[in-house]
Every structure is written in structure tokens, then in C-alpha cells.
Nanobody, 115 residues
Framework: QLVQSRGGSVQAGGSLRLSCTVR????????MGWHRQAAGKQREWVSS???????SYADSVKGRFTISEDKATDTWYLAMNSLKPEDTAMYSCKALLGPLCIGYWGQGTQVTVSS
């Protein structure tokens, strides 16, 4: 399963770092992504990192968010800088694990950015 760190509340312009760790599973990740869902809105993709380390970002977060991976601890990170109120959402990680690249979701964590 995937275990996410706690989110938090920050003021606009602040920073947070989220983590997502594989537990109880020997992971051979096929890739991983972060998604978010704001209240009353559909879930949207935020960022992804492939098994080779290639990264991609939604336009709304490009230049502010950084996705990374620590293969030694099977942990992925999302560093979020210059946060805006519109970044307020429940953030969830999803990793494709195992030889069949089955998708697993983290439990989600709330990020709140106040103006």
C-alpha cells in the first residue's frame, strides 16, 4: 500500500513537501503520479515521474512543484513552492507497482493554502 505524509495549512507563497511511501510491498515501480481534488471539482493530475526518472507537470504547477523519488526508501516526494490558494485540495499519490504495473492509491492528504 501507499502511505502519504500529512499535508498542512500554509499561507500563500509558502511551501510544503508531501511524501508517498510504499509499505508492505516490494515495489518495482512502473511510474508514479500525484493528483489533487479540490472541493466541488473533479480530480486532476498534477505531476508524474516515470520509472526512468522522467518528470512531467500540469501547467498550473509547472515551475513551482517538483516531483522526485528516493529509490532506496521507495518514497516519492512532491515539493510545492510558491503555493497559491487555488492549490488547496486533497492530494493523492498513485503508483504503478509490480510486474503488472497495478495501480495503488495513497490515502490522500489535505493541503490548504490561505490568502
Amino acid at each position: 500500500q501507499l502511505v502519504q505524509s500529512r499535508g498542512g495549512s500554509v499561507q500563500a507563497g509558502g511551501s510544503l513537501r508531501l511524501s508517498c511511501t510504499v509499505r508492505g510491498f516490494t515495489s518495482n515501480s512502473c511510474g508514479m503520479g500525484w493528483h489533487r481534488q479540490a472541493a466541488g471539482k473533479q480530480r486532476e493530475w498534477v505531476s508524474s515521474i516515470s520509472s526512468s526518472g522522467s518528470t512531467s507537470y500540469a501547467d498550473s504547477v509547472k515551475g513551482r512543484f517538483t516531483i522526485s523519488e528516493d529509490k532506496a526508501t521507495d518514497t516519492w516526494y512532491l515539493a510545492m513552492n510558491s503555493l497559491k490558494p487555488e492549490d488547496t485540495a486533497m492530494y493523492s499519490c498513485k503508483a504503478l507497482l509490480g510486474p503488472l504495473c497495478i495501480g495503488y492509491w495513497g490515502q490522500g492528504t489535505q493541503v490548504t493554502v490561505s490568502s
